[in-house]
């Protein structure tokens, strides 16, 4: 019974997430545009302009969790024991390879710039994503003989099952932040008898499959590095209790709320929102988090796991950009990828690396926690077991 109560807390705080910010534009008064739903989203938003004060108060923020990483004990981490490699070597296994020739072909012709195979470069993403997803489990395995995919596949399976719903989500979200990102290219799917439109969402969902197992498999890859393995192991011991969380979610909510009610003026909110809903629920129903372990000041798991979107996004940033012609820096004139995507932000929008602002890689790092949280979420609710429910799982070899 309490295990019920508690799916169904999980599913409202879903639910408002997916609600609040409709409510939001609804309650502005202002008609809501024929093309509000549209998917994808293909041409720029307007967005309000260069902001210096914004750009340094958010360089200012990317610039201290900067720190964090690199000098951790100015922020009270107590340095640890280094787990020293036991020097044993292993061969890539055999998915290395294929995962290999699956990611490497459609990079070959993205980055030509052919427009043939035109199948191929309308679902690049699917062979792309899941391609490096076994180089990475691949890489994995070579370093310490074992791997997800070698040891857990069904669980790779089900972080691709609950990718689609967290993804989706986002792509849903990105309505309400004026289309920060948006698909120049989308029309360029082969047409089908109905809608252009339904093709790009099954080819989203798909391509989608993708897009956690890779956060999952760089965490496993990072724990293999005895520097970053153990580095914020012994940190400040944090403990929230129950009445703060509770304020915390209603803040969250009103965000939510207000992502609606004034659209592109907190893009920002759908990189922290959504996570601190889904972490704030699970931990007022004590469920397991990467940030249950800082109550004992073990900051690994969240740390870690945010290193893990912040590498993927840059290796995707990076083929993102080099599969488009430009004109010049962020002026794509032609791609052939309708998956190719875009960037326009208020207030930051300059100083590019590839396509992204610079400020925005930073926003990769909760949105990689936002994968662990939303997959913990995803498996509790289906009675899924899981090693991932519990940090010690993933820490300790022999429990590998």
């Known amino acids: 019974m309490k295990k019920l109560r508690n799916i169904s807390i999980i599913i409202a705080s879903v639910a408002a997430i997916v609600a609040l910010p409709l409510i939001g534009r609804l309650t502005t008064g202002v008609p809501m545009p024929q093309d509000f739903f549209k998917f994808p989203p293909i041409t720029p938003p307007v967005v309000d302009g260069w902001s210096w004060l914004v750009f340094i108060i958010v360089a200012a923020v990317c610039f201290g969790v900067t720190l964090v990483y690199i000098f951790p004990s100015l922020f009270r981490f107590k340095k640890t024991d280094t787990e020293l490699p036991s020097g044993q070597t292993h061969k890539f296994p055999v998915w290395f390879w294929i995962g290999l020739v699956m990611w490497l ?13 035109k199948l191929l470069q309308d679902y690049s993403d699917f062979p792309l994503f899941w391609g490096f997803t076994l180089l990475l489990d691949g890489c994995v395995f070579k370093r310490q003989g074992h791997s997800m995919l070698s040891k857990y596949p069904t669980e790779i399976m089900g972080i691709a099952t609950a990718s689609v719903s967290g993804w989706m989500l986002y792509e849903y979200l990105n309505l309400f932040v004026n289309r920060m990102w948006y698909y120049p290219f989308g029309n360029n799917l082969i047409k089908s008898p109905g809608n252009n439109d ?34 914020f192991d012994a940190g400040v011991k944090i403990t929230m209790p129950a009445w703060l969380k509770i304020v915390l979610l209603l803040l969250a909510f009103a965000g939510l709320y207000g ?14 929102l959504p996570l601190v809903v889904v972490s704030v629920v699970l931990s ?16 690994t798991p969240v740390l870690v796991f945010g290193l893990a979107y912040l590498a ?11 599969s488009a012609t430009h004109y010049s820096p962020g002026n794509p004139a032609t791609c052939y ?4 995507w875009e960037y326009k932000l208020p207030y930051v929008d300059g100083y590019r690396i590839f396509e992204m602002p610079v400020v925005g890689f930073w926003g990769y790092i909760p949105f990689s926690i936002y994968c662990w949280v939303w997959w913990i979420m995803f ?22």
Not at 337 to 340: G, H, K, W
């Open 312 to 322: 993927q996004g840059f290796v995707m940033e990076g083929w993102n950009c080099f």
């Open 259 to 272: 992502m609606g009610y004034a659209p592109g003026k907190y893009f920002f909110y759908i990189f922290l």
């Open 337 to 340: 990828s309708p998956a190719f």
């Open 379 to 400: 498996a509790y609710v289906l009675g899924i077991k899981t090693r991932y429910f519990d940090h010690t799982e993933t820490y300790k070899e022999a429990e590998y």
């Open 105 to 117: 072909v459609p990079i070959v012709f993205l980055w030509a710039h052919t427009p043939r195979p």
């Open 284 to 299: 007022l129903l004590k469920v397991w988090t990467p940030f249950t372990p800082v109550m004992q000041g073990n900051w």
């Open 198 to 231: 339904e093709v790009f969402l099954m080819y989203s969902i798909l391509g989608s499959t993708g897009l956690m197992p890779m956060a999952f498999e760089w965490y496993d890859l990072i724990l293999t590095i005895p520097s970053l393995r153990h580095r």
